[in-house]
């Protein structure tokens, strides 16, 4: 008997405790952000190691072939399987045909770009990935390569 009114007490007394913290915090200044160019330095950008957007890399300075022989290494590695990639070819002939990945999907873990044995996945700085709808988070083969463009080594994880 007494435990039962010792809870509803205990219940009680949370329910105060939570509505006076609620009420005091009410009357103080709000400070909002306004994302994204609500702040003073909009020309922000993430720190080394950051995990953002991906990116295929190129084999050569000319950027003519792809590192990428869609051997589906990064594929198996994704916790969630937000890679999907087909590929062609035989030997060293093999190249992607079709490559996406699904950024609503992925957790950024780092392990496909770890377990690329040509180096040719890497993670960039790309901050704002959000999109307006699920279409719009996925990246294909022609966005992955057009991200990669400039890069020329795989980014690590520090």
């Known amino acids: 008997m007494w435990g039962y009114v010792r809870d509803i007490w205990q219940g009680a007394k949370s329910i105060v405790v939570g509505h006076i913290v609620t009420f005091r915090n009410f009357w103080r200044p709000k400070i909002t952000d306004r994302y994204p160019h609500g702040n003073a330095d909009e020309n922000w950008q993430p720190g080394p190691g950051y995990r953002g957007g991906f990116a295929l890399l190129k084999s050569d300075k000319e950027g003519r072939e792809l590192r990428c022989t869609a051997c589906m290494s990064c594929a198996r590695a994704c916790p969630v399987g937000c890679i999907h990639i087909e590929g062609e070819g035989k030997g060293k002939e093999r190249h992607p045909v079709s490559f996406y990945i ?54 690590r994880v520090l």
């Open 102 to 155: 699904d950024m609503g999907l992925c957790v950024y873990c780092h392990q496909c770009v770890e377990a690329c044995p040509s180096e040719a996945l890497t993670m960039t700085d790309e901050y704002e990935i959000s999109g307006t709808s699920r279409a719009s988070l996925v990246r294909d083969l022609a966005q992955l390569i057009a991200a990669g463009e400039g890069q020329t080594e795989v980014s």
